[in-house]
């Protein structure tokens, strides 16, 4: 164990612990009171699905927290296995580019993962948007299969940059020498997580509460101006008021947190695309009431590059 439960992190988590206690009660009071339409009835178990998931989600990060640094990018290195495995099962590969598929697994993805825990940052910068992305088209090539070559491996080039390169840079704040943070280099990726994740949260319940008007019909259904910006105005609210985990000024919160919001957002209407474009609700199953890793994460790979890099430029010693 490591002092890493100091106590901003401590107070963070049992904050975090007992808004989800109220949220879950709140769900089962409207459970109770609810009317009996079916869409209603069928939202408030989504929401209990989700509820119920979050528990387990905040359970398994605070215990990863407390083990430390290694513990916790372990943690990040079988999420994007996950999420890479969520991918190219719904974007079959023929036989011809499994080597290629391989590759990304248990060569890129562990070298990314180890580059971090080694605090190698100039190879972890490059390793997979420099060398996996010649290497894969080389082993993919060597099959001699040449049909659909350029989109064949785009998606497995695509798949490990968002699942693997992208994702990585959410442990990769670990690495950073950042002056002045109350809680350490673990409350940037409390803050990070937080509003990446809240902002999801509170798009969804703004959309389903106030939605009217679409972002993008066709592509997310889902997603409408009214949660968009209720849910991201809060959100980034949220960022400000958790300015006290991180070296940022309450300015400089709101102003990380609204560019965490935007990128987040991009990453899940570019991800809803994908999707859509395979014909899938779902990236897969695997979480109550969110599907897959992968939708849980489509935000935060978006945000996690942006976050790092703003706070390295402007943060860091």
Request: with cysteine; proline share 5%.
């Amino acid at each position: 164990m490591t002092d890493l439960l100091a106590r901003p992190l401590v107070q963070l988590f049992l904050g975090v612990f007992a808004l989800l206690a109220v949220a879950t009660l709140t769900g089962r009071f409207l459970a109770r009171r609810a009317g009996g339409g079916a869409d209603s009835a069928a939202t408030l178990a989504n929401l209990g699905e989700r509820i119920t998931s979050w528990w387990a989600i905040v359970a398994i990060l605070a215990a990863a927290f407390a083990l430390g640094p290694g513990a916790t990018i372990l943690l990040f290195a079988l999420v994007s296995f996950w999420c890479l495995r969520e991918f190219t099962s719904l974007t079959p590969t023929p036989v011809s580019d499994h080597y290629a598929v391989a590759a990304a697994f248990y060569l890129f993805l562990p070298l990314q993962y180890l580059l971090l825990w080694d605090d190698w940052y100039g190879l972890f910068a490059i390793a997979i948007p420099v060398y996996g992305f010649l290497l894969l088209p080389l082993i993919a090539v060597l099959s001699g299969e040449t049909r659909d070559f350029l989109p064949r491996i785009a998606k497995v080039q695509w798949a490990l940059m968002l699942a693997v390169y992208c994702a990585s840079h959410a442990p990769a704040l670990l690495l950073l020498d950042v002056p002045g943070a109350p809680a350490g280099n673990f409350g940037l990726l409390a803050f990070l997580l937080l509003v990446a994740q809240g902002s999801d949260v509170l798009q969804y319940v703004f959309g389903k509460t106030l939605g009217r008007r679409r972002i993008a019909p066709r592509v997310s259904p889902n997603k409408t101006w009214e949660g968009f910006l209720a849910g991201g105005a809060t959100a980034t609210l949220l960022g400000g008021a958790l300015s006290w985990l991180t070296p940022f000024g309450f300015a400089q919160a709101l102003a990380m947190a609204l560019a965490v919001v935007l990128a987040g957002f991009a990453g899940g209407l570019v991800l809803s695309a994908v999707k859509r474009s395979l014909g899938a609700k779902d990236w897969g199953s695997m979480v109550e009431g969110h599907g897959g890793m992968l939708d849980r994460m489509d935000s935060l790979a978006f945000a996690a590059p942006v976050f790092f890099h703003l706070t390295r430029y402007f943060f860091t010693a």
